[in-house]
């Protein structure tokens, strides 16, 4: 035990609340049965130890005595109310018989946070305030910090997560992990959300960038509270998917924060440790055999990540797992990505006739994407006006900067 | 995260709920103030005089003009402000949706702005050093 100063006790708290109010919340949730007792009782907790612990030093489990602080304060605001509504009265008392414990942390259950984690992707809550209530509840971010980087107002954000919250209590939505058939179902859902927030902070613009990071890192946290809690082949491949994109991340812009294509990335800035973490993951995944859609882009970013240069990208591989994917998963993009693959195996003109084929299905006639890689394919085969044309188009349809400053370079390199 | 929280209600019903009842309600309103005191959230406020008592300033053409009760005509008025010390405005949210004030009125929840870069800006051009 040691005495801190308080300034540098706030510091501390302020670090132990990051990396533990999950944990904590979602054990009290669990002992108190009810998400915003379990909130007041934690924020209750923290206060008490800015008080408590210059005197009495940084107690060697903070998250016991916080745990074990939110229950004493959870049956103090019972028995208060209790003096006004009878109603609470047994609950303080039941809080009470189960007594202070001999220490917190025993009870604490490992899925304790994934029950949580369920609970704020439940799919009777809307999309959008999945996201922002598992930021808040799982991840520990103020509502203030979540506005900033979805860019919305916070009272927006605090809307969604006071709607969200009222219909957990209102239905009743059960804080568990399902099991059996459903939980394929749910599965998804979870991992929906944290691969947006992986993207939201991924394909930001450098310009906001502080913020966005950090979604990226939380979705690569909690992705690794998944993977550790629940042995499911598509959570350890959505890790992987997550680690080996994030492995470029520094190659992905240059200076001037514009982009850097994979081709023309420098390689040996690549973060060879999670390369090394994200190929692991991608054969654990692959080996049960029960795999989906994203052990197989993790795959696909493997492959990418094990060529030391462009040239040696084995793209034959790369096509057979987008096929497969494709199967899995008939998705216009899918498609696009597939076409770029087919056009390193068989040529720019087998590329192109996939892409036109997509277009005049009416497929992607509004993603900038889809007329960048014509205009690719395009210049390749010397069709240097048409190549102009689908760059000027999907200039048109870019809304990030960053993405039209790339797309006016390249338009200048067709002259 | 400092919020300044403002209990509007209706004088009219302080004037009208029998004084038992308005004994109970008070009751309720200062156990929790007091639950709020002990964890930290209650950093201050006060309540407020009905507001026939208060007069209102405002410059017109250049002149301080004071005038007597302000905005009486509106229904709901401000009965007392609420200093809350709470983690964001979520937890703000939650605060003041438990306070038994809300029974009376609407409650207003306003992040509180911090100045100190304006002040010290400020105390800069007025070459004063800034006041702490």
Redesign the interface.
């Known amino acids: 035990m040691s005495e801190p100063a308080p300034s540098d006790l706030r510091a501390h708290l302020d670090t132990v609340y990051r990396a533990e109010s999950g944990r904590i919340l979602a054990t009290l949730v669990r002992l108190l049965g009810n998400l ?1 007792a379990a ?2 009782a934690m ?2 907790a923290f ?2 130890a ?2 408590a612990w210059p005197a009495t030093g940084i107690p060697a489990n903070p998250r016991a005595w916080l745990i074990s602080t939110a229950r004493f ?1 959870a049956i ?2 019972f028995r ?1 109310r209790a ?2 509504d009878a109603a609470h009265d047994h609950i303080a008392a039941a809080l009470h018989a189960e007594g202070p414990g001999p220490a917190a942390a025993a009870d604490e259950l490992p899925d304790d946070r994934l029950r949580l984690i369920f609970t704020c992707c439940h799919p009777a809550l809307a999309p959008e305030a999945r996201t922002a209530l598992t930021l ?1 509840e799982v991840c520990g971010l ?4 979540i506005a900033r980087a979805f860019l919305v107002s ?2 927006t ?2 809307q969604r ?2 709607r969200a919250k009222a219909k957990i209590r209102d239905e009743r939505i059960p804080y568990q992990v399902p099991a059996g058939a459903e939980l394929p179902g749910r599965l998804h859902a979870v991992l929906a959300v944290v691969y947006l927030l992986f993207n939201e902070g991924y394909s930001a613009s450098s310009g906001a960038s502080l913020t966005r990071v950090e979604l990226s890192t939380e979705a690569i946290r909690l992705g690794r509270v998944l993977h550790g809690l629940l042995p499911e082949p598509e959570a350890t491949g959505l890790l992987a998917l997550m680690v080996l994109q994030e492995s470029r991340r520094a190659a992905r812009a240059d200076a001037a924060g514009d982009l850097v294509r994979l081709e023309d990335q420098d390689r040996s800035a690549w973060d060879r440790t999670l390369i090394a973490e994200g190929v692991a993951l991608v054969e654990q995944a692959l080996a049960t055999r029960r795999f989906g859609p994203y052990t197989l882009q993790a795959a696909i970013a493997a492959v990418h990540a094990g060529a030391r240069r462009a040239e040696e990208t084995d793209w034959r591989q790369i096509c057979a797992l987008y096929d497969a994917l494709l199967e899995m998963q008939p998705s216009p993009v899918i498609a696009l990505n597939r076409a770029v693959a087919v056009a390193r195996v068989a040529g720019p003109a087998a590329g192109l006739a996939l892409v036109d084929g997509l277009l005049a299905r009416g497929e992607l006639l509004d993603y900038h994407l889809a007329h960048a890689t014509r205009a690719d394919f395009c210049r390749r085969l010397g069709r240097v006006e048409d190549a102009r044309e689908a760059c000027r188009r999907a200039l048109a349809l870019a809304t990030s900067e960053r993405d039209q400053r790339h797309l006016e370079g390249r338009l200048k390199e067709l002259g | 995260m400092k919020f300044i929280c403002l209990g509007y209600a209706d004088p009219k019903l302080f004037a009208t709920t029998p004084e038992k009842e308005m004994h109970a309600m008070m009751d309720r309103c200062f156990a929790y103030d007091d639950h709020l005191r002990a964890n930290g959230h209650f950093t201050g406020g006060h309540a407020l005089q009905p507001p026939s008592a208060g007069m209102l300033l405002r410059c017109v053409n250049g002149k301080v003009v004071a005038t007597d009760g302000p905005f009486t005509e509106t229904k709901e008025q401000i009965g007392g402000i609420l200093i809350l010390e709470a983690r964001d405005l979520n937890h703000a949210v939650e605060l003041i949706s438990r306070h038994p004030g809300v029974t009376f009125g609407p409650w207003e929840i306003r992040p509180a702005a911090d100045l100190d870069e304006m002040m010290r800006l400020s105390a800069a051009r007025r070459g004063s050093p800034p006041a702490q």
């Open positions: 915003e909130e007041d924020h209750d206060n008490a800015l008080q304060k103090d605001a208060r003096r006004f808040r103020t509502t203030e910090e916070a009272p954000i605090a997560i006071v």
